[in-house]
């Protein structure tokens, strides 16, 4: 059982290039997200799955898309690369259980955008 | 603007000292949760309240959700070196729930 697993774990990209991100979980989980950390900001929400086939936006939407094609995998796309993306992204899978609410994270991919 | 605001930023204290973490907001949330984090890792969820008034205890660790479940806090007894990292709180808004809203963080470090 590994989790939630991110790919790559560390990018450069240059102002323009586009990239996916990789997010898989093997529980079984309907819910999936991804959060940016910036410094002094905290996590914010950028894209969300309540299931297979179904996504929405979060805070901070602008310059990302993602799609659920399998219950699995989670990817994010970077149209075309700004330096205001350089943060770290995290891959968040949640279950709600018998009244009980857990997310887990992924260990992240630090991107920096020049 | 920041939905949650979480106090202290930063916070150092002696090994067995008590310390209590706040996380507030003016808006409801359906529920809220408790997060640490260590450098360079994604944060590990701690517990989440959902009922207005709501005290959970992990160990040494109790949360309390506000009555109007507009604020929460995370009280350490006996803090030890091990406890050291970052402590996010997050709220749930949203018509299912699915929204969550970080707060800045509490940065604590426990000195042996």
């Known amino acids: 059982n590994a989790g939630v697993t991110q790919t790559p774990k560390f990018q450069v990209l240059k102002t323009g290039q586009s990239m996916t991100l990789q997010c898989a979980q093997d529980?079984?989980?309907?819910?999936m997200s991804w959060y940016r950390q910036d410094p002094g900001m905290g996590l914010r929400l950028i894209h969300y799955?309540?299931?297979?086939?179904?996504?929405d936006q979060g805070e901070v939407p602008n310059g990302y898309n993602v799609s659920r094609s399998t219950t699995e995998d989670f990817p994010l796309r970077l149209l075309s690369a700004a330096p205001s993306q350089t943060s770290v992204y995290f891959c968040a899978s949640r279950t709600v259980t018998g009244g009980t609410d857990t997310q887990y994270f992924g260990p992240g991919t630090r991107l920096t955008v020049l | 603007t920041q939905l949650l605001e979480q106090s202290p930023q930063f916070l150092s204290i002696q090994e067995g000292e008590n310390l209590t973490v706040y996380c507030n907001s003016s808006?409801?949330?359906?529920?809220l949760q408790w997060y640490r984090q260590e450098p360079g890792e994604g944060p590990v969820l701690l517990v989440t309240?959902?009922?207005?008034?709501e005290v959970k205890k992990l160990k040494r660790l109790t949360f309390q959700f506000g009555d109007a479940r507009k604020d929460s806090s995370l009280h350490i007894t006996a803090a030890q070196p091990g406890d050291t990292g970052l402590y996010l709180c997050?709220?749930?808004?949203?018509?299912?729930?699915?929204?969550?809203?970080f707060g800045t963080g509490t940065s604590l470090t426990v000195i042996p």
């Open positions: 808006s409801v949330f359906s529920s």
């Open positions: 997050a709220g749930a808004q949203g018509f299912t729930g699915n929204q969550f809203y």
């Open positions: 309240v959902v009922t207005g008034g």
């Open positions: 529980m079984n989980h309907e819910y």
């Open positions: 799955s309540v299931g297979a086939g179904i996504t």
